[in-house]
């Protein structure tokens, strides 16, 4: 039987002890309760030399409920002829037994070797960690921002958290990609795929701008959170190169958090009044992408594999870098559509391009 019902049996006894200790004044004796804690010591003692018989004899269902019979019967009749102080000596050798399991329960653990979680299971506790600690710091950031505005800031966390909360989901839904070429899942998520996250936490704060007014002294602050995503980006696909980690869950993550911060870069600018609403369209391009991949894969349609070419990387630079312009307060309305619209138009025939190479 194990300690873990060992422990339930004896408490199902000592719960009515205490009970009609309670209800009878069973006095707080010492010497009865020194009784009581020796004579469990002792027993378990004598036990203790024929154990492997005992075990045998007590993993019987009916020699358990008999003991708690006679444990309870024997407290009665021992109230009757010693008094209340007999309930003293049998609550108290209850609580020793239940501490000398307590003792031998530590002890064993121990000496246990620990057990080392399976890579999965480090990964969902990793990123459940890191969810809780980008939405505890939201909701702190949330707070700094109503005391800088003088206003409320709940609809700025809750869209902030909306985002993060995709974002995690996209990371959840991958993990089991984080293994490099041919290898092992890894249990750690890496430094890389670390900044492509605290990226995506930017990114969900930037978002946050499109219910807030970014003026007076937060109007550096989208400009800032989206220029430091583009830092970012540049270097933890080149971190993940030079240790050799890239993996299927980094690159997915990238893709996710580039879209989303694309998106929400427009999204802020056009909320600001910097752009007008038709340039969202151009955070919607890789979206549409996607979905008509998806939607001729499903269909079994032919779809042929892209060349690599370094070009794709540039024009989503530069269609990073127009939205750094667009956002930093200095630059006009007029002068931001103009470089969103030269930088989107290449984006967007960038597509166009590798759609047609993937179709043929």
Known sequence: MSRRRDAALTLSVLLPVLAAGTTFGAPADPLAAAVGVGGALLGEAALWWRRALVRRVWERRAVQAGAATLALGGGAVGTLALGTRALTALAAGLVAYLGLLAVVTVNERRRRPPAVPAPQTLLRRRAALLAVAAAVGTVAVGVALAAALGADATWWTLVALGVLGAEFVVLGRNLDGNRPVGGALRGRLGAANALTLARGV????????????????????????????????????????????????GTRLDGAVDGLGLFAG???????GVLSPPFLALGLVKYTYLAATWRRLRRSEPLG???????????????????????APPVTAAAAELVVAGAGSAYLLGFVRDWRLRVR
């Open 202 to 249: 930017l990114m969900a704060w930037l978002a946050g701008f499109v219910v807030v007014p970014w003026e007076g002294a937060v109007a550096p602050v989208p400009v800032a959170l989206y220029a430091t995503g583009v830092v970012l980006d540049a270097v933890d696909g080149t971190l993940a190169r030079r240790v050799g980690l890239v993996t299927a869950l």
């Open 266 to 272: 427009l999204a802020v600018a056009v909320a600001g």
């Open 305 to 327: 594999a892209l060349p690599a070419r370094g070009s794709r990387r540039l024009l989503a630079v530069l269609q990073m870098l127009a939205v750094v312009v667009a956002l």
